[in-house]
């Protein structure tokens, strides 16, 4: 019987996930998937359940990792409406113009978040602090969005990959039921 971890390990190293999500089976994969096939339709079906799973399980990791991308992103954005809040405390409170840190800075040049240049500096009083408050709030709201979309990514994937692989329990089981039954009435 053939063995369904090889075959498992084969779709896995043999798939590639491109960036919109869509995994691929390599050629060599292929090939080595097909060779151990054999002429057993079950066997065949339960080859091809167990590549999908592989396949699966290679979309669930980048799921995952895109998932913990969008996370630190969200984190980090969280972090700088915070720090935010606290400098246009500061600046309301000593009535003067308070300076993003360093972090801040390459944060939002980083990521295309806009705060004020008025005065030549980075310094900020309270309305422009609200100003940069309110893009970041904005851009939180953003992260918090992909979060989601990248947690129910990556939920559908281990679906799929469960869905798969059960199916391919199923086969080899049905397979063995079937080789047992037939041995019994031989």
Known sequence: MTDLLSILSIAREGTSVNSSGEASLSATAKSRLQAM??????????????????????KMEKA????????????????????????????????KATSMSAGMIAFCDNNNIGYSTKGGDKKHNEDEWQSL?????????????????AGAK??????DCDSAQQMAVDCVKKNTDVFGTLAKTL
Do not use: H
């Not at 096939?37 to 396949?55: E, I, K, R, T, W």
């Not at 990556?154 to 679906?159: G, T, Y």
């Open 154 to 159: 990556f939920d559908q994937a281990a679906k």
């Open 133 to 149: 408050r309110d893009g970041l709030d904005s851009e939180k709201n953003i992260a918090s969005t992909d979060m989601k979309m």
């Open 37 to 58: 096939m054999g002429d057993n339709p079950m066997v065949s079906f339960a080859v091809l359940c167990v590549a999908a799973a592989g396949q699966g399980q290679a």
């Open 64 to 95: 995952y990792a895109d998932y913990e991308d969008t996370t630190d992103y969200y984190k980090d954005v969280n972090k700088y409406a915070q720090e935010a809040a606290e400098k246009q405390r500061d600046a309301d409170d000593q009535d």
